[in-house]
């Protein structure tokens, strides 16, 4: 028996508009959608007026329906993966299913379309031609704090989600880590009737936030680009990363630029201190 496809169909994150037409006939002739939460997946059926066989997907209920979503698959049926907004399998449980379609010889196909890390990137005005993306941080405060380390060596702009109940912790975390000023743009409710975009330094849209009765609403919150750290060095210290480099082979020239580049120090200057104090080129 030829085996079925699993397709991976990305649905609007907000706006019930915002799908694409592909997206709409795959929900339509696939034998089941599996949907991360059936409630809101119910709600852009009814939209549309599609009736089809709906079974529920997500972490709790994931390796029961593992062994029987594959079953399905190798019986020749066509199954649509859907989460509760925008693309599958980011930031949810749907690439360990995609991961063992194609261990088992299963077709799998995705329709693209809505994603709110990309519609943040957009309207962000940020410089994102390289960027980060690093989905939730971790709850507990000592842990999200290392990850911000972590995503400030990166040296791009990141896209994180966050919850409502804990956007201010992290705004504050941004703060503590990458510093008072760093650009940040907070997304709250993409494509729908509230949709708001902050573009600020992160204290400024920490205490906005703070001063709201209640925070609310779906969050995509991109950190600028930090910038690099300029250590500073005294002039002897300058000479012994020198020396060191020069000892491993790199002409004075080639020496200069790597330190300079590891320290975030201008070239030229690091250049002019081996004048006259480091013999050779």
């Not at 593992?66 to 698959?73: A, G, M, T, V």
């Not at 849209?205 to 005294?234: D, P, S």
Request: aromatic share 6%.
């Amino acid at each position: 028996m030829e085996y079925g496809k699993l397709m991976i169909v990305a649905t609007p994150i907000g706006n019930l508009g915002d799908i694409t037409l592909r997206g709409l006939e795959a929900l339509r002739t696939a034998d089941i959608i599996a949907a991360e939460d059936t409630r809101r997946t119910l709600k852009l059926l009814s939209h549309y007026e599609i009736k089809n066989k709906l079974i529920s997907f997500h972490e709790y209920s994931r390796e029961a329906r593992f062994e029987e979503i594959i079953k399905l698959l190798m019986e020749g049926k066509t199954v649509a993966l859907v989460s509760d907004a925008g693309t599958p399998v980011i930031s949810d449980p749907g690439y360990e299913l995609v991961r063992r379609c194609i261990s088992q010889g299963i077709g799998v196909e995705t329709l693209p379309g809505a994603c709110a890390a990309v519609a943040a990137v957009t309207l962000s005005g940020m410089d994102c031609a390289r960027f980060l993306f690093w989905g939730f941080l971790s709850a507990k405060g000592p842990a999200r704090r290392k990850e911000l380390e972590e995503i400030r060596k990166k040296e791009m702009p990141c896209i994180l989600y966050e919850s409502p109940n804990r956007i201010v912790k992290t705004l504050d975390d941004i703060c503590e880590v990458f510093g008072e000023e760093t650009a940040v743009c907070i997304c709250r409710e993409l494509t729908k009737l509230h949709e708001e975009c902050l573009r600020m330094n992160a204290v400024q849209a920490k205490e906005i936030l703070e001063q709201r009765e209640a925070v609310k609403g779906e969050f995509v919150l991109l950190i600028g680009k930090a910038e690099k750290e300029e250590k500073e060095l005294t002039e002897e210290q300058i000479l012994r990363e020198l020396k060191k480099r020069m000892k491993e082979g790199l002409t004075k020239k080639s020496a200069a630029a790597a330190v300079a580049a590891e320290y975030g120090l201008p070239k030229n200057k690091v250049y002019k201190i081996t004048l006259g104090k480091i013999p050779g080129k």
